[in-house]
């Protein structure tokens, strides 16, 4: 017999961002009550939420509180308090993704030692607590903050002994320079039940000033054994993690074809915008089947796509304007995203476009388009 629906869920949300924000628009679809926390009254979603408190997700007290009343307690940003969420979870709230998971991926020196003792193909790497631990021999490398770092910052190209001035003199990981041809990232989905499902690889390229995603093509044109190794290896990550929710795992393509674990991030990823108008079932409402332990959706492509981030330009401040708006709504395909962003700032993220396209050389041109004509700058 199956079930019957006769409760509307409370799920609540640390972080009102622009990822909480999708969250909401298709939670509604299934008359879910969202409540969202976070310390900015003018966050993308406050306005969109049924709930919306304006406090502290990174104070105790504040989240132990905050969560009382919830069904399932979410995250759209991992900077949260760890030690309230185990407090919530000790009372029997279904927080996902876990706290273990949290603090897991919050740690990127202990997310390496994660991939090594499960056998997942990751970059070489030697930890450091210091800037003074450096060595000659590390080099080249690439150092990355073992916590608080985000959106491409915390990560530092070291090449030669005159960057050591400028690395952080904090723990680190020092990750080997790989040789890599192109990144790939696969969004997988797993729930209470341990069903699984991934969503089609894209191909990433990046900016490379603000080291922040450009654009997002799918599906991946990288040759199929490659394809089916990056998405066995998010399946494998999500499965040894354990992870109740939507995990994104980006990597490196190598040269000689192997395929090595970078970042994952254990929420709706940018890696994963396209699939609300590309896939039948978007990153979102699979988050929200994950989380809630319902049956996981279809992840098909209807069409293919590219994704556009609508990064602030260099340079700007103030209150966001967007040039060139009416042009692109006047192009076949594309469907435009705003964050509800009052401000801009360089290579802030305000937006995407979703350029959909049955041929994806056609729908890459387009997008190139659309990176053109659609400039985000401040008043």
Not at 22 to 29: D, G, S, V, Y
Not at 115 to 132: D, G, M, N, Q, S
Not at 317 to 331: D, I, K, R, S, W
């Given at each position: ?13 640390l ?17 879910v ?27 105790y007290?504040?989240v ?16 949260v ?19 273990s998971?949290l603090?897991?991926i919050?740690?990127?020196g202990?997310q390496?030692k ?30 990355k903050?073992r916590?608080g ?11 030669n002994?005159?960057?050591f ?10 990750e ?7 990144e ?16 089609p ?10 080291n922040l ?8 044109e ?21 992870i ?12 000689n ?7 994952v ?10 699939t ?18 319902w ?17 602030g ?8 304007v ?12 594309v ?12 290579f ?18 387009t997008a ?9 700058t401040?008043?």
């Amino acid at each position: 017999m199956s079930k019957s629906w006769n409760h509307q869920p409370v799920i609540g949300i640390l972080g009102g961002g622009q990822l909480g924000r999708m969250f909401i628009e298709e939670a509604a679809r299934y008359d879910v009550k969202i409540d969202v926390i976070d310390p900015q009254s003018n966050a993308s979603c406050a306005h969109l939420a049924h709930q919306f408190t304006v406090g502290d997700f990174k104070d105790y007290q504040t989240v132990v509180d905050w969560g009382q009343d919830k069904d399932v307690i979410t995250i759209e940003i991992e900077n949260v308090n760890l030690e309230a969420l185990k407090k919530l979870e000790s009372q029997g709230k279904k927080v996902y993704p876990q706290s273990s998971v949290l603090e897991l991926i919050k740690d990127k020196g202990a997310q390496k030692k994660f991939y090594t003792e499960h056998h997942i193909p990751t970059a070489p790497y030697v930890l450091i607590e210091k800037r003074a631990e450096l060595l000659a021999s590390h080099l080249p490398c690439m150092q990355k903050l073992r916590t608080g770092g985000y959106d491409g910052k915390g990560v530092l190209p070291l090449k030669n002994e005159d960057d050591f001035q400028l690395a952080f003199d904090a723990p680190s990981v020092l990750e080997s320079w790989v040789d890599f041809e192109s990144e790939i990232a696969v969004i997988v989905a797993r729930n209470a039940n341990g069903e699984m499902k991934t969503f089609p690889a894209v191909d990433m390229e990046f900016n490379a000033e603000a080291n922040l995603v450009e654009f997002l093509f799918t599906p991946s044109e990288r040759p199929q054994a490659i394809i089916q190794k990056a998405e066995a290896i998010a399946i494998q990550v999500a499965e040894k993690m354990g992870i109740i929710g939507v995990l994104a795992v980006e990597m490196f393509v190598l040269k000689n074809g192997e395929v090595l674990v970078n970042e994952v991030a254990p929420r709706p990823h940018n890696s994963g915008h396209h699939t609300i108008e590309c896939c039948y079932t978007s990153q979102y409402e699979q988050h929200l089947r994950a989380i809630m332990n319902w049956p996981l959706g279809d992840t098909g492509l209807i069409q293919s796509a590219v994704m556009v981030n609508l990064l602030g330009e260099k340079g700007s401040a103030g209150n966001v304007v967007y040039q060139g708006m009416e042009e692109v709504l006047a192009m076949p395909g594309v469907f435009v995203h705003l964050y509800g962003k009052k401000t801009t700032a360089s290579f802030r993220k305000m937006g995407h476009v979703t350029v959909l396209n049955q041929d994806l050389p056609s729908a890459k041109q387009t997008a190139r388009e659309v990176m053109q004509k659609l400039v985000v700058t401040g008043d």
